[in-house]
């Protein structure tokens, strides 16, 4: 089978969140196995048949995953942690019989600890670490996997191709528990995998997908020649056709590294990547990504032809995305709101449908076989783009001028000493003030009344008090814990950038492009289509009324301008640099209202910023540059006495602590508990100088932390930070949590901090 029309991978949480429904259900009752396991299968199958029936002649597939496919990989290499092998295996019809050590490894038990989650490369998208050590063996688990294979072959032929997380990637995303190198596995990892090949064959399908977006990274020499001798190997192991995906750059190294081994095809991201790829010299089928897999703009039908008829000149070509389509929402038509109020930027767009679409006119254009319906595609990509260009929907003079004329000057407190000097006087604190990150427990009463309030049921001053009630509660409830800094605990908020998208303009929501962050938890990532302002004040009145309930410092709180970008959908059509600083201008001024109304510590969250960095190092210094820029932009308004906090999770941030010090943030609180307080140890050889809260309790896992493990965590921190600068604090917000448990861990946490405070 020749490929010419593919994606490469597929999202699996559902158009309508369905798999994210039934995880939850197993979760709270694992007798509903069966129907996790049915409605996996038929969110798989249907996007398939759809696939195939728009056009696609192949069609990726990872197997039925229930969290992450890295996590998948694990199990598959029976290399789950040690911890939760003594869970036993779950006899639930449909269901692989390692799922509960699966859901073990990723949510943690009542006893256990979940294994640590960070981002996929450059995304919002979560994965789970995989742990493994010096003395780590690999063995098969895969009977679910090629049962699933079979399954898929029964019914749509040998158009399935399977995908694999290949050898490099997997290890070069682990972690070790003992100091030594994951990638010291490399050899066994591709002899593992050359003894799966063969079972996967023996299923009947002809291709097989190894995702290998390290391979865009820079890799040791070394490193490379033995990942070309193991596809070396694992091309010799079965007669299936082996296709190398990379994505998130440029392709040209995994070409030139793995031509002449027997690898028949490879996938290439020319929209973050480029066509440049002098190592291809046609032998092998390229799978051209130029349809945008990240984005949610119209492809520029006439460009992406072009570039794939350039390409064509030298070798055979398909067309493709430029990365799985998990990153962007399913589909377009349902959005019958927002094309009714936003009728011109709805014609910009594309989900994840549409994009199958644009492949498949794009294939047939590029073989000769355009119909009339594709040329009548052709035609309207054509109007979509020439309209964008010229709308006036996409720039405001006012904004562009003011942000013109932003200085260096603008982007400067001053010094912390200080600011320090004149917060210690404002604030009077306890050594190690405890505090939480923002949100608390988004409880049925919360979503039934936003509920009513979206149906018409009840009206804004119903809905307006409804929320102050629950205000008055997370002020009470956290009085009576013993919390030194408070929150309002968010419960107006929706999502922590979608709630200031809706009030800010140049900024789009919808109301069902959802997309999977991690495991169940899902999103809807604003659009950002034109220059950003802000109208009117987003946060005080909500800051005046949880402020008036107490005698204690409440934090107003923001959401970045980098994490404003990160967990949207940007525009494409002016440098982030330029958009970010947008944001931050309007977060200057609603830091100036807060400030205004008495606000004396201000939190603005950038858990985004590690995401978005580059990831070849060459490209970073911009980056960071105007990352670091755009957030203290935002913040540099801020007077002496007004204490600026800043929150991030859920990314490798040892790299990057002098860009924690660069943001100059009074208090920087990070996500440290799933990792043991590993990045406390670069914090202390950086000379960290500001203050700092590392997590003490791992939120996303569904259990309360016993005493000793946060007495623990909170001893490792003082070992490395300077007691005057430490705070104390869980690793995130606390909006998917129950309150049973949020009282039961802050109350553990509340005591850890009064024992360490007669430590420090």
């Known amino acids: 089978m020749t490929i010419h029309a593919t ?23 694992n007798s509903t196995g069966r129907h996790l396991a049915s409605t996996a299968t038929l969110l798989t199958n ?104 079979a399954d898929q072959v029964n019914r749509a032929g040998t158009a399935v191709r399977p995908v ?78 082996l296709l190398v995906q990379t994505y998130f750059g440029d392709g040209d190294q995994a070409i030139k590294a793995l031509s002449g081994t027997g690898v028949q095809a490879f996938g ?20 051209v990504g130029v349809v945008d897999g990240r984005n949610v703009w119209r492809t520029d039908l006439d460009a992406a032809l072009e570039t794939l008829r350039g390409l064509a000149e030298r070798g055979p070509v398909a067309v493709s995305t430029s990365c799985s389509l998990l990153h962007v929402p399913y589909n377009l038509d349902r959005e019958t709101r927002l094309r009714a109020e936003h009728p011109d930027v709805v014609e910009w767009l594309a989900f994840g449908t549409e994009k199958i679409q644009e492949v498949a006119v794009l294939s047939r ?58 917060q210690l006087s404002a604030l009077d604190l306890p050594p190690l003030p405890t505090t939480t990150i923002g949100s ?4 049925q009463e919360i979503r039934a009344a936003r509920a009513k309030f979206r149906k018409g049921d009840i009206d804004a001053a119903a809905y307006d008090q409804a929320m102050k009630d629950e205000v008055a509660d997370v002020i009470r409830r956290q009085e009576q814990l013993g919390l030194d800094v408070l929150v309002h605990g968010e419960p107006e908020r929706n999502d922590m950038v979608q709630y200031f998208s809706e009030q800010l303009e140049g900024y789009l929501s919808t109301e069902f492009a959802w997309v999977q962050s991690y495991g169940s938890r899902c999103v809807r990532p604003p659009i950002i289509f034109g220059d950003v302002h802000r109208p009117e004040a987003m946060t005080v009145s ?12 409440v934090k107003g709180m923001l959401t970045g301008p980098v994490t404003m970008l990160a967990w949207s959908f940007v525009r494409d059509d002016q440098p982030l640099g330029t958009t970010a600083d947008q944001v931050a201008l309007a977060l200057q001024d609603e830091i100036d209202d807060l400030v205004a109304a008495g606000a004396q510590i201000i939190q603005v969250d950038e858990p985004a910023i590690r995401e978005l960095l580059p990831l070849r190092k060459e490209d970073q210094p911009e980056y960071l540059e105007w990352a670091v820029g755009s957030f203290r932009l935002a913040t540099a308004s801020a007077p002496n006495e007004v204490q600026v906090h800043t929150h991030m999770c859920y990314s490798e941030f040892n790299e990057l602590i002098d860009t924690v010090s660069n943001l100059d943030a009074d208090v920087t609180s990070i996500e440290a508990a799933r990792n043991g307080m590993q990045v406390l140890e670069a914090l202390k050889d950086a000379g960290y100088e500001l203050g700092v809260g590392p997590g003490v309790w791992d939120i996303h896992s569904p259990r309360v932390p016993a005493q000793s493990e946060v007495d623990d965590l909170l001893s490792a921190a003082l070992d490395s930070v300077d007691p005057r600068l430490l705070w104390v604090n869980p690793d995130c917000g606390l909006k998917t949590r129950g309150w049973d448990e949020t009282t039961a861990s802050l109350e553990v946490l509340v005591s850890a901090a009064h024992k360490a405070r007669v430590r420090a």
């Not at 229930?66 to 449909?94: C, K, M, W």
């Not at 991201?269 to 799978?287: C, F, H």
């Not at 909500?542 to 410092?553: E, N, R, S």
């Open 440 to 443: 608390f427990p988004q409880t």
């Open 542 to 553: 909500w800051y005046q009324v949880a402020q008036d309930l107490t005698d204690k410092p």
């Open 164 to 241: 694999l997380v290949g050898p490099l990637t997997y290890l070069s995303l682990a972690r070790t528990t003992d100091g030594s190198s994951a990638l010291d596995h490399l050899d066994e990892l591709f002899a593992t995998y050359a003894r799966l090949l063969p079972r996967i064959a023996d299923r009947g399908v002809e291709w097989l997908q190894l995702d290998e977006p390290t391979l865009v990274t820079e890799i040791d020499p070394d490193v490379l020649e033995k990942v070309r001798t193991g596809y070396k190997k694992l091309a010799a192991a079965s007669n299936l056709k």
């Open 46 to 149: 249907n996007y398939t048949d759809a696939a195939l029936s728009a056009g696609l002649d192949s069609v990726a597939f990872s197997g039925r995953s229930f969290y992450d496919a890295t996590l998948d990989t694990s199990a598959l290499l029976g290399v789950l942690p040690e911890r939760v092998q003594d869970i036993a295996d779950h006899d639930n019809d449909g269901l692989p019989a390692f799922i509960d050590r699966y859901f073990a490894t990723a949510r943690g038990t009542s006893e256990l600890p979940a294994s640590a989650m960070t981002k996929w490369f450059d995304t919002n998208y979560h994965y789970i670490v995989p742990e493994l050590s010096a003395s780590t063996t690999f063995s098969l688990e895969d009977s679910a996997f090629l049962q699933d294979i």
């Open 365 to 422: 254009a590029l073989r000769g076989e355009a119909t009339d319906a594709d040329e009548q595609a052709l035609e309207a990509s054509r109007k979509a783009i020439a309209a964008r260009a010229e709308s006036p929907l996409t720039h405001n003079a006012e904004v562009r001028k003011r942000a013109e004329a932003i200085t260096e000057a603008d982007r400067h407190r001053d010094p912390v000493a200080q600011r320090r000097e004149a």
């Open 7 to 29: 994606i490469a991978g597929v999202p699996r949480i559902g158009p309508d969140r369905e798999l994210k429904k039934a995880l939850e259900g197993y979760w709270k009752d």
């Open 268 to 287: 290439v991201d020319v929209v973050y990547g480029g066509a440049e790829l002098p190592s291809w010299n046609g032998e092998e089928l390229l799978l």
